[in-house]
């Protein structure tokens, strides 16, 4: 009997999920079908509820319900309590398991695909939102020398790294006092969305080896041009992040590693 899995989100049509698991699924010969649910604002308990009965075994969890998705969860994940957010849950009778697998695919991304280690590097992580928080376990686990947190309001900057202090080396700054060169800087901001660019001075970049977006599109966002003109040695989207926390996924619910790397080139090419 084909296992049922779904995206659920509100906007949901733009997910490619759907491809990513089928790919995932042909691949490993699971025998599993991945839909989209677009569930409304303030519906996500009721449909997921609905999902599980007819049988549902997994969901992937995206914006505006990882939160909501979190309070669902019977029992949490080390990674998702530490985020306090969920983008992946698995069913099994009564119980709903969360797993938060977004840091886990950032780092896979950063280390396997992009070659690119952590370990004893100064990482920048810019944004003290919900992409952040998911992100600073995993990146810590890493061993990176420091871990500087930068946020235009402070106090938020400030709250996640007192949050994760006893992780390892991380501290807050506003954007006006950064003056450190990073080996890593990661922009886990919104602002490519509108076209804009959180305003880092260009020394960050001036050792700076990897510049990477979280999120992804077609072409160079303005945070990547920016990073290039200031010196970085390199720049990268975060589509490798989306195939290998969605990898992380797959594993969770079948017990079985796809391989990304034919995954992440076929959708670089219907960018």
Known sequence: MTDRYAVIGNPIAHSKSPVIHAEFARETGQDISYERILAPVDGFRAAVDRFRAEGGSGLSVTLPFKLEACAYATQLSDRAEAAGAVNQLKFEGADSFGDNTDGAGLVRDLESNLRVHLTGKRLLLVGAGGAAQGAIVPLLGRQPAELVVANRTVAKAEALA?????????????????????????????ASIGGECPPLPASVYEDCALAYEMMYGRGQTLFMEQALAAGAARVSDGLGMLVEQAAEAFELWRGVRPATAPVLALLRSQL
């Open 162 to 190: 007192a949050r994760f202090a006893a992780r390892g080396p991380i501290r807050a700054v506003s954007f006006e006092k950064l003056d450190a060169r990073f080996d890593v800087v990661l922009n886990a901001t919104a």
